[in-house]
Nanobody
Framework: QVQLADSGGGSVQAGGSLRLSCTAS????????MAWFRQAPEKSREEVAL????????FYADSVKGRFTISQNSAKNTVYLQMNNLTPEDAGMYYC???????????????????WGQGTQVAVSS
């Protein structure tokens, strides 16, 4: 069983930055892939970044490349999402997710991920 606790959301102005954190518990084999999804009101959940645990391979949605960075601190069982140069289009609820398989790139289906955090809200004002 994996439990994910995501945090770090907030309200920023366009051009600002936030760093999201996702602290995981449970077996490492249950979270071979760690991802961040976001969901804006009345929109489907979108995967924005993915990392393979222990390998460091990272993948990004085109909409966030060059602005977002996903990273991992294995000793702390924590995955981060550094978000820079935020725009109003980045606003939404951000969710951390874990999969027991090595998910091959983006876009990824939420159904592949069996474990989810509770979400953290990101608001960006223009």
């Amino acid at each position: 069983q994996v439990q994910l606790a995501d945090s770090g959301g907030g309200s920023v102005q366009a051009g600002g930055s936030l760093r999201l954190s996702c602290t995981a518990s449970g077996t490492v084999n249950s979270r071979r892939s760690m991802a961040w999804f976001r969901q804006a009101p009345e929109k489907s959940r979108e995967e924005v970044a993915l990392i393979w645990s222990g390998h460091g391979y990272t993948f990004y949605a085109d909409s966030v490349k060059g602005r977002f960075t996903i990273s991992q601190n294995s000793a702390k069982n924590t995955v981060y999402l550094q978000m820079n140069n935020l725009t109003p289009e980045d606003a939404g609820m951000y969710y951390c997710a874990a999969s027991s398989s090595f998910v091959h790139g983006l876009p990824g289906s939420p159904e592949v991920f069996g474990y989810w955090g509770q979400g953290t809200q990101v608001a960006v004002s223009s």
